[in-house]
């Protein structure tokens, strides 16, 4: 394992800009069973300081050229077995540094079934096949005269015998494939066209019914808009390569003659060049331009994720409303509106269900309902779950809280994304047996307002809708990522072990499923828990686990002051001395830390702890605890603008950004329908990326470019001035026209987005 990492931790190294023996560090600890959390927060001196983005790239990509040479082994193990592997092969498959090209080296080699080069060979026309390569003088036609036999009844068949040969030498050449696929990626077009007859039903396409573009820089949602038009039946698409070359030999043809050194006059030459054209036609192309469209859907996948789990990352640390007394609203017309009411903690208080809006409309009794729970129980925020009928509930309550003396409660349209998977999970029925499904959802935002981060995580990721073409991606590779989000999220802020649900609790660093489910019991049985020491009493849970987990377990009040902080137990010793060089007791110096600031901490350094362990320590004395979470606050939705048809061209509102893509942000401003900010239009400068500017909670100032209401699309814009700017980067597709040219990129309307995206994020 040793030779392994050291062989490993300098590409790593390379690729994630740090130095071999960061990687090496790092490398060796998550292979003892560290977590990615538990190595940024705790192991910098080991790791230079790695954060936890240099981390899980460090993980993947280890992960992946693990595979790699496995797969590299089993190749050689394989090629050795034949008793062809030579030192120069050898080294060849020593060198690659993808799988790809591991693969075009193992083609000639790779155990297949019966071809008809093999056949051809059979039939004795190997020699045929080299006769013609070796002497281009000699005309095809004459050599092949002496080849016939019972097998091989005429010249055709023999000559086609011979092409078939060389055609399989020529389509397992790994350098000439290596410099076909890169001549691909530098010049192939993708092309999507409507399937015939398929116009109507597939309009949501029609960005894509006749359009082109460099394959090297389709924007991953247009790929995957694409792809998914194709395996709903509605699009067809194609690689074209050198479209725009009219010479009758391609320069794919003679790339490939190139490597056979064909070319000029001769009988043998003319005959070879009709061979690398068929060869190009029947078998190469089809191959590489499934390669390439394998890659395409892959890079599109990445951005696809990343986009997602960043999206997930500003939700999970968007900021909490606080242990405030809570009403939960789950907004229905038919069904009525679930209210619920917690406690501070999270705590179920009270239930109701109420029916303002038809059949019933009983608004006075519903409101009255709600006022009088609010008043028995103290409530300070009242959260209303943004769905169906969502304004109208957020109408009923303001008008309620215009009669009611202050202080009254804050209300807050709050996110559903998700809410109705948690009511009828199993957590969810564990947690509330005897509780309505409908009910639990109402529970659900109430608390995801107070704690977004403690609520959420007892979703499935997935499930809560902030990506772009989510269910079109590999949904392992999602998950991997979407937990590694959560994971980082819940040990960045950290967990009260003595109020943390089992959900919350398995994504602390070293923990899962069953060891939180233990800790539970525990606390159940014998009471919270007064320091973190006491976790070595829960069964199963070892000291091993006990270093992963307890510097992101926080305990309140307890015992230790420490164990309140996110000072790892391992360097209390350490932490104590600070205190003792300030001269002040800990709680007394945890609730003033103006001593820290005098201290030099490169004199507390020791053999074991460092500079950066040390800088943290007093940066955690001096706020213990401290959330990183930004603080409170929420959008308010305009008076009288209720539904998109209340929308006009110019309104300055303002609302909630739900989501980030690629493209744009999509911002809640009340209406049931997010409207749309292209990228061109979120600021007023040029903007690559929209999350240089926004992010998902983010609280934003936009204003009305456009409304298409049968289409129920809004286009907003973040720009000062307000005015629309031609879209650059990012931008939606138009068609390039009834016939395939390459040409630059069309660019849509204003604000526009394409149908097929808007879809995607109704899907999502």
């Known amino acids: 394992m040793a030779e392994d990492i050291k062989r490993l931790a300098p590409i790593i190294a390379a690729e994630i800009n740090a130095r071999p023996e960061q990687a090496a560090a790092a490398i ?118 002496s080849y016939i036999t019972d097998d091989v009844p005429d010249v055709k068949t023999a000559l086609e015998g ?39 039903a597939g309009a949501k396409f029609s960005d894509y019914f006749d359009h082109s573009e460099r394959w090297a820089t389709v924007a991953g949602h247009r790929a995957l808009a694409m792809l998914r038009g194709r395996n709903e039946d509605f699009l067809s698409l194609e690689i074209v390569v050198d479209a725009d070359d009219t010479s009758p030999i391609k320069p794919v043809e003679r790339m490939i003659a190139a490597a056979y050194s064909i070319g000029g006059t001769l009988p043998g030459d003319r005959w070879l060049m009709e061979v690398a054209g068929w060869t190009w036609r029947v078998k190469l192309s089809l191959h590489l331009s499934l390669d390439l469209m394998r890659e395409l859907r892959e890079r599109a996948e990445e951005e696809a994720i990343h986009v997602f789990a960043r999206n997930l990352k500003d939700l999970l ?124 959802g109402a529970v659900s935002i109430a608390r995801r307002l107070q704690d977004p981060l403690a609520e959420l995580v007892k979703i499935e990721p997935k499930s809560i809708g902030v990506g772009q073409y989510q269910h079109d991606v590999d949904q392992s590779r999602l998950a991997r990522a979407l937990d590694a989000v959560v994971e980082d999220a819940v040990n960045a802020v950290g967990v009260d072990l003595n109020t943390a649900s089992a959900s919350l609790l398995a994504r602390v660093s070293g923990l899962g ?48 002051p420490l164990d309140a902080s996110a000072v790892h137990p391992e360097a209390y010793g350490v932490a104590k001395k600070i205190v003792a060089a300030c001269g002040r007791d800990v709680r007394a110096l945890m609730s003033d830390g103006a001593a820290l600031k005098a201290l030099n901490p490169s004199v507390f350094v020791d053999d074991r702890f460092g500079l950066p362990t040390i800088r943290d320590i007093i940066a955690e004395l001096e706020k213990p605890g401290r959330d990183p979470r930004p603080g409170f606050k929420t959008a308010t939705f305009a008076d009288g603008v209720d539904d998109i048809k209340d929308l006009k061209p110019g309104m300055l509102l303002e609302g909630t950004v739900t989501n980030v893509a690629a493209f744009g942000a999509f911002v809640d401003i009340g209406v049931h329908q997010d409207g749309l900010v292209h990228v061109s239009q979120l600021a007023d400068k040029f903007v690559k990326d929209p999350h240089e500017v926004v992010k998902a909670g983010d609280v934003v100032k936009v204003r009305v470019v456009e409304v298409d209401v049968p289409r129920k699309r809004i286009s907003l814009t973040m720009r000062k001035d307000g005015e629309a700017m031609a879209p650059r980067g990012n931008s939606q597709p138009k068609s390039t026209g009834k016939s395939f040219t390459p040409k630059p990129q069309a660019k849509p309307a204003v604000g526009g987005f394409g149908a097929a995206l808007a879809e995607a994020m109704r899907r999502k």
């Open 317 to 440: 640390l968007a900021a909490p409303a606080g242990s405030r007394a809570t009403m939960g609203l789950d907004p229905g017309i038919r069904t009525g509106v679930k209210v619920a009411v917690v406690d501070g903690t999270g705590k179920l208080l009270d239930t109701a269900t109420v029916y303002p809006f038809q059949p019933r409309n009983d608004l006075r009794g519903a409101q009255a309902e709600i006022a009088s729970l609010i008043r028995k129980h103290k409530v300070e925020l009242i959260a209303i779950g943004n769905g169906t009928a969502s304004r109208e509930t957020e109408r009923l309550v303001a008008d309620m809280l215009a009669d009611m003396p202050a202080p009254k409660p804050l209300k807050v349209i709050v996110s559903e994304a998700g809410a109705s998977v948690y009511s009828a999970s199993e957590a969810a029925a564990t947690e509330f047996p005897n509780l309505d499904v409908s009910l639990r």
């Open 513 to 560: 499923a069953s060891l939180a489910e233990a800790i539970i019991a525990h606390r159940n049985e014998t009471g919270p828990f007064k320091s973190r020491k006491e976790l070595l009493k829960v069964p199963r849970l070892g000291n091993r686990t006990f270093e992963q987990c307890a510097g992101f377990l926080r305990i309140p009040n307890g015992a230790e």
């Open 162 to 200: 011979a092409r078939d040969i060389i055609a399989e030498g020529i389509a397992e050449n790994a350098d000439l494939l290596g410099r076909l696929r890169n001549h691909l990626k530098d010049r192939a077009f993708l092309r999507s066209r409507v399937v015939d007859g398929k116009q109507e």
């Open 28 to 145: 060796t600890l998550l292979d003892e069973g560290s977590t990615v959390p538990f190595v940024a927060r705790y192991r910098k001196e080991a790791t230079g300081g790695l954060d936890d983005t240099q981390l899980r790239l460090l993980a993947e990509r280890l992960s992946y050229l693990r595979e790699l040479e496995a797969r590299r082994s089993t190749i050689v193990e394989s090629i050795r077995s034949q008793g062809k592997l030579t030192p120069e092969l050898h080294a060849k498959l020593a060198s690659v540094a993808t799988k790809a090209e591991l693969e075009d080296i193992y083609l000639p080699y790779k155990p297949k079934r019966r071809t008809r080069a093999e056949i051809a060979r059979e039939r004795g026309l190997g020699p045929l096949a080299e006769a013609i390569l070796a002497d281009r003088k000699l005309v095809p036609a004459e050599l092949a005269q």
